[in-house]
C-alpha cells in the first residue's frame, strides 16, 4: 500500500457526475485523495455529499465520469472495490432483530472471511469497538454510539483500505461523538486506512480531517486543510464562516470573490 | 457455485433468527387460514354447491388454503425490504463483494421456509378436522419442496414489485391489488372445470394454480391433479428461475 501511495491516489474521481431526471445531483467533480487521509466532504443539505459517497461505494452508478477507488475503477471493477472498501451509511442500518455478534457475523461471511479469521476479528472488532459485553444483547436495545460503533466494528472486519463513512456521529451525544472520533484515529493510526467522511458538523470537521472538500449544489467550491480554509478568509474566520461562505450560493456574488479565488488555488495545490 | 450457496445460507441463516425469535408472525398469519378451513370450507362443505368428485370439499380446499397462505405471506415480503431498504440495510448488504444473486436467493429461500412452517400449522389444522392427509415421507418432501418452491416464487415476484415502486404506500396497495385476484383466479376453492372460460384462462397462466395442483395431488387421499407433476414443478421452476434473473438485475436499484 505504501508503494502505491506514491503512484496512486485512494480515491480519485474524474469529472463525476450523476443526474436525476434533469437534476444534476453531483456535477463534474475532480477529487484526489491520497492514502492514509481523513478526508471530510461537507456541504449543506442537498449539495450532493451522500451522491458522492454511494457512486464511489458501487451503489449508484455515475450518469458520466468515471473514478478510482483503491486503484480499482468503481465502473469496470465494482468487485475489487467493494472488496477494498468498508461503509457506514446514513442510516443505522444494523439489523435490531439481531444480536450485534450476529449482525458482524453476517458481515464476515458476506465478505468471505475464513472461519478463523472471522472468529478472531470479530473479537477483536468487538473489544476494539468497547462492544465486548453487549455482543448477544439485540442490537434494538443497543444506544445510538453503541449501533454506531458496531457498524464500524462491521465496515472494519475485512480490514478495507479505504472508510466511507456518512454522517457517522450524527445524532450522538458528544461522549458518544468523541468516541467514535477517537476509535476512527486509531483505525487511520494502526492499518493505515483512508477514511471518506461526510459531516455538518465543524468541531468534526476541524479536529478530525486532514483535508476538507466543501460541495455547493453538486460541485466542489473548494479544497483544502482546515486551517488554511480559514485563514484564506480572514484573520478571525471559522470553520462556520468557511461552511457558510463555501457551502452557500454566494461566492459569486461576493466582494471577496477574487479573494476566494485566491484560496481556491492555494487549497488546490496544497490539496 | 460452493460460494453463491455459502452466502445465501448466511442470509437465510439471519431470516430465519428473526424468525424465529419473533414467532407472532407465524401465529397471527394462521389465524387465516384457520378461518377459512373451519368457517368457509365448512359451511360450504354443507351446500354442496362445489362439485369436487370424490373428494370432500374440506380435503379439496386443504391444499388451496396451504398454498393461499404462502402466496399472502410471501407477497408481502416486499414490504420487509423496502423496510430494509429505508433502514439502510440494502445498503450494506449491497457495498459487499457478495454475489447479487445470492442475496435474492437467500431472501427467496428463507420465505420457503417461512411456508415450511405454515405448511406444519396447516397439517395440524387439517388433521384436526379429519382430512386424509398422506403422510409417507416421499410424499411430505414433495410438498415442502412444492412449498418452498411457490413461496420463492412469490417472494421474488413481491420482491420485483418493491424494486419498483420503491415505498411502502405504494406497495400496499398493489400487494392487495395482486394477491387477491391471484387467489380467485386460481384452483384453490373451486375446480378449473366450472369456471367461466375467460377465469380458466387466467387461472391456466397463474403460477399459483400449479402449486395448488402439485399440492392437491400430493398432500390429500384421493386427491386429483389435472397436470402431470413434472408439468407443475417445470412451469414452477421455470418461474422461480426467471423472476431469480429479474430480481437480481433490480435487487441493486434499491439503494439508489
Ligand atoms: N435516488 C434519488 N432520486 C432522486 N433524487 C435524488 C436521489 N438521491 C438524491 N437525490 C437528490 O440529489 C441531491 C443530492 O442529494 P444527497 O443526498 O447527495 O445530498 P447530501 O449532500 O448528502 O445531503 P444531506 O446533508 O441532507 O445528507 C438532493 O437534491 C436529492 O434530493
Ligand atoms: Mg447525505
Same mark, same amino acid.
Given at each position: !500500500?505504501?508503494?502505491?501511495?506514491?503512484?496512486?491516489?485512494?480515491?480519485?474521481?474524474?469529472?463525476?457526475?450523476?443526474?436525476?431526471?434533469?437534476?444534476?445531483?453531483?456535477?463534474?467533480?475532480?477529487?484526489?485523495?491520497?492514502?492514509?487521509?481523513?478526508?471530510?466532504?461537507?456541504?449543506?443539505?442537498?449539495?450532493?455529499?451522500?451522491?458522492?459517497?454511494?457512486?464511489?461505494?458501487?451503489?449508484?452508478?455515475?450518469?458520466?465520469?468515471?473514478?478510482?477507488?483503491?486503484?480499482?475503477?468503481?465502473?469496470?471493477?465494482?468487485?475489487?472495490?467493494?472488496?477494498?472498501?468498508?461503509?457506514?451509511?446514513?442510516?443505522?442500518?444494523?439489523?435490531?432483530?439481531?444480536?450485534?455478534?450476529?449482525?458482524?457475523?453476517?458481515?464476515?461471511?458476506?465478505?468471505?472471511?475464513?472461519?478463523?479469521?472471522?472468529?478472531?476479528?470479530?473479537?477483536?472488532?468487538?473489544?476494539? !469497538?468497547?462492544?465486548?459485553?453487549?455482543?448477544?444483547?439485540?442490537?434494538?436495545?443497543?444506544?445510538?454510539?453503541?449501533?454506531?460503533?458496531?457498524?464500524?466494528?462491521?465496515? !472494519?472486519?475485512?480490514?478495507?483500505?479505504?472508510?466511507?463513512?456518512?454522517?457517522?456521529?450524527?445524532?450522538?451525544?458528544?461522549?458518544?461523538?468523541?468516541?467514535?472520533?477517537?476509535?476512527?484515529?486509531?483505525?487511520?493510526?494502526?492499518?493505515?486506512?483512508?477514511?471518506?467522511?461526510?459531516?455538518?458538523? !465543524?468541531?468534526?470537521?476541524?479536529?478530525?480531517?486532514?483535508?476538507?472538500?466543501?460541495?455547493?449544489?453538486?460541485?466542489?467550491?473548494?479544497?483544502?486543510?482546515?486551517?488554511?480554509?480559514?485563514?484564506?478568509?480572514?484573520?478571525?474566520?471559522?470553520?462556520?464562516?468557511?461552511?457558510?461562505?463555501?457551502?452557500?450560493?454566494?461566492?459569486?456574488?461576493?466582494?471577496?470573490?477574487?479573494?476566494?479565488?485566491?484560496?481556491?488555488?492555494?487549497?488546490?495545490?496544497?490539496? | 457455485?460452493?460460494?453463491?450457496?455459502?452466502?445465501?445460507?448466511?442470509?437465510?441463516?439471519?431470516?430465519?433468527?428473526?424468525?424465529?425469535?419473533?414467532?407472532?408472525?407465524?401465529?397471527?398469519?394462521?389465524?387465516?387460514?384457520?378461518?377459512?378451513? /373451519?368457517? &368457509?370450507?365448512?359451511?360450504?362443505?354443507?351446500?354442496?354447491?362445489?362439485?369436487?368428485?370424490?373428494?370432500?370439499?374440506?380435503?379439496?380446499?386443504?391444499?388451496?388454503?396451504?398454498?393461499?397462505?404462502?402466496?399472502?405471506?410471501?407477497? &408481502?415480503?416486499?414490504?420487509?425490504?423496502?423496510?430494509?431498504?429505508?433502514?439502510?440495510?440494502?445498503?450494506?448488504?449491497?457495498?459487499?463483494?457478495? +454475489?447479487? @444473486?445470492?442475496?435474492? &436467493?437467500?431472501?427467496?429461500? %428463507?420465505?420457503?421456509?417461512?411456508?415450511?412452517?405454515?405448511?406444519?400449522?396447516?397439517?395440524?389444522?387439517?388433521?384436526? +378436522?379429519?382430512?386424509?392427509?398422506?403422510?409417507?415421507?416421499?410424499?411430505?418432501?414433495?410438498?415442502?419442496?412444492?412449498? #418452498?418452491?411457490? %413461496?420463492?416464487?412469490?417472494?421474488?415476484?413481491?420482491?420485483?414489485?418493491?424494486? #419498483?415502486?420503491?415505498?411502502?404506500?405504494?406497495?400496499?396497495? #398493489?400487494?392487495?391489488?395482486?394477491?387477491?385476484? /391471484?387467489? &380467485?383466479?386460481?384452483?384453490?376453492?373451486?375446480?378449473?372445470?366450472?369456471?367461466?372460460?375467460?377465469?380458466?384462462?387466467?387461472?391456466?397462466?397463474?403460477?399459483?394454480?400449479?402449486?395448488?395442483?402439485?399440492?392437491?395431488?400430493?398432500?390429500?387421499?384421493?386427491?386429483?391433479?389435472?397436470?402431470?407433476?413434472? #408439468?407443475?414443478? @417445470?412451469?414452477?421452476? +421455470?418461474?422461480?428461475?426467471?423472476?431469480?434473473?429479474?430480481?437480481?438485475?433490480?435487487?441493486?436499484?434499491?439503494?439508489?
Amino acid at each position: !500500500m505504501n508503494d502505491d501511495a506514491i503512484h496512486h491516489f485512494a480515491i480519485e474521481t474524474f469529472d463525476l457526475t450523476r443526474r436525476f431526471e434533469k437534476m444534476v445531483a453531483v456535477d463534474h467533480i475532480d477529487l484526489r485523495i491520497s492514502y492514509g487521509e481523513v478526508f471530510g466532504l461537507l456541504g449543506a443539505n442537498g449539495a450532493g455529499k451522500s451522491t458522492v459517497i454511494k457512486m464511489l461505494t458501487t451503489l449508484l452508478t455515475p450518469s458520466s465520469g468515471s473514478a478510482d477507488v483503491g486503484g480499482f475503477d468503481i465502473i469496470k471493477t465494482p468487485d475489487e472495490v467493494r472488496r477494498s472498501i468498508g461503509y457506514v451509511s446514513q442510516l443505522l442500518s444494523a439489523d435490531g432483530a439481531l444480536t450485534g455478534y450476529e449482525n458482524l457475523r453476517l458481515s464476515a461471511k458476506l465478505y468471505g472471511l475464513s472461519k478463523s479469521d472471522r472468529i478472531y476479528r470479530i473479537a477483536d472488532a468487538l473489544s476494539f !469497538m468497547g462492544l465486548t459485553d453487549y455482543a448477544h444483547k439485540l442490537v434494538k436495545n443497543y444506544s445510538g454510539g453503541m449501533i454506531r460503533r458496531l457498524e464500524l466494528a462491521q465496515a !472494519m472486519l475485512h480490514r478495507p483500505a479505504i472508510l466511507f463513512l456518512d454522517e457517522p456521529t450524527i445524532g450522538l451525544d458528544p461522549v458518544a461523538r468523541h468516541m467514535v472520533w477517537d476509535r476512527l484515529l486509531t483505525l487511520r493510526h494502526d492499518y493505515g486506512m483512508t477514511i471518506l467522511i461526510t459531516t455538518h458538523d !465543524m468541531e468534526e470537521a476541524e479536529t478530525l480531517c486532514d483535508n476538507l472538500a466543501i460541495m455547493h449544489s453538486g460541485k466542489i467550491s473548494i479544497v483544502g486543510n482546515p486551517a488554511k480554509l480559514r485563514a484564506g478568509l480572514g484573520e478571525n474566520a471559522s470553520m462556520d464562516d468557511v461552511f457558510a461562505y463555501f457551502a452557500g450560493g454566494s461566492i459569486h456574488e461576493s466582494g471577496a470573490f477574487r479573494e476566494v479565488e485566491q484560496t481556491r488555488h492555494t487549497a488546490r495545490r496544497l490539496g | 457455485m460452493q460460494r453463491f450457496l455459502y452466502e445465501s445460507a448466511a442470509i437465510v441463516e439471519v431470516e430465519l433468527l428473526k424468525l424465529l425469535r419473533d414467532p407472532t408472525e407465524i401465529i397471527s398469519r394462521a389465524v387465516q387460514p384457520l378461518l377459512w378451513l /373451519m368457517v &368457509f370450507g365448512q359451511v360450504l362443505a354443507r351446500t354442496h354447491g362445489i362439485n369436487t368428485g370424490s373428494l370432500s370439499y374440506l380435503a379439496f380446499i386443504t391444499p388451496g388454503i396451504l398454498a393461499q397462505s404462502v402466496l399472502f405471506s410471501s407477497i &408481502f415480503y416486499g414490504i420487509a425490504i423496502i423496510w430494509e431498504r429505508d433502514l439502510g440495510v440494502v445498503h450494506k448488504l449491497l457495498v459487499s463483494p457478495a +454475489m447479487r @444473486s445470492s442475496l435474492v &436467493f437467500g431472501k427467496a429461500i %428463507a420465505a420457503g421456509f417461512r411456508g415450511v412452517i405454515q405448511t406444519a400449522v396447516i397439517y395440524f389444522i387439517a388433521f384436526l +378436522m379429519h382430512v386424509g392427509l398422506r403422510l409417507e415421507p416421499l410424499i411430505i418432501f414433495a410438498v415442502l419442496t412444492s412449498v #418452498i418452491l411457490g %413461496a420463492g416464487i412469490f417472494a421474488t415476484f413481491s420482491l420485483i414489485i418493491a424494486c #419498483i415502486v420503491k415505498t411502502r404506500e405504494r406497495f400496499m396497495g #398493489i400487494g392487495q391489488l395482486l394477491t387477491m385476484p /391471484m387467489f &380467485f383466479a386460481s384452483n384453490a376453492i373451486y375446480p378449473l372445470e366450472i369456471m367461466p372460460n375467460w377465469l380458466r384462462v387466467i387461472a391456466q397462466i397463474n403460477p399459483l394454480t400449479y402449486l395448488i395442483d402439485a399440492l392437491r395431488g400430493l398432500m390429500v387421499t384421493g386427491g386429483a391433479h389435472i397436470h402431470s407433476y413434472t #408439468i407443475d414443478f @417445470s412451469v414452477m421452476l +421455470m418461474v422461480f428461475v426467471i423472476l431469480l434473473f429479474i430480481a437480481v438485475k433490480l435487487y441493486p436499484t434499491l439503494a439508489e
